[in-house]
């Protein structure tokens, strides 16, 4: 199991796919060893897509070390609290 | 890590998140010990809702076992392919 770490997340947003994908690419072209994309709700999808196309077209060498997924709480606008689904893959060299 | 099973799978696909749930609680409450959830493309997102949705509100005592995750190249209809991102959830009691 992957320890819980703080460095190197990237996060999933709304933005283009690649972005991500180059976003994680640069960390571990920088020298890092493990690079966490974390995701909610939607951007779920999105997070498994950008650790695959990480690993299949741009660093060879990589391992889904860990994946986790749990619930977070998100209170809305009224105090109307809503569970929302997250990932978190873990990459490692 | 899980094994390879073949039996009590359960696609994701575009009805209700509900119904999914209910799929798998059902399998569950019948005496099964463990079920996989698979998904591809935006369902992705959908299969991790069940899982938790499952293991929050339905069977208590349940476990993540394994989250896999992988590239399916579909063939489109004039033979284009194209790569889709696909999970693997399995749970256990």
């Known amino acids: 199991m992957a320890e819980?770490?703080?460095?190197?997340?990237?996060?999933?947003?709304?933005k283009p796919t690649?972005?991500?994908?180059?976003a994680v690419a640069t960390q571990?072209?920088?020298g890092t060893s493990s690079v966490?994309?974390?995701a909610r709700g939607k951007s779920i999808s999105t997070a498994v897509d950008v650790a695959?196309?990480?690993?299949?077209r741009f660093i060879q060498d990589l391992k889904v070390?860990?994946?986790?997924?749990?619930?977070?709480?998100?209170?809305?606008?009224?105090?109307?609290?809503?569970?929302v689904s997250s990932i978190e893959i873990f990459l490692k060299k």
Do not use: C, P, Q
Request: aromatic share 6%.
């Open 4 to 14: 819980d770490k703080t460095d190197n997340i990237v996060y999933i947003g709304k």
């Open 65 to 83: 070390d860990d994946i986790r997924i749990s619930t977070e709480v998100l209170e809305g606008e009224e105090g109307k609290k809503s569970n």
């Open 18 to 22: 690649m972005n991500y994908v180059l």
């Open 28 to 30: 571990f072209n920088s």
């Open 36 to 38: 966490t994309i974390k």
């Open 52 to 56: 695959e196309i990480v690993r299949n």
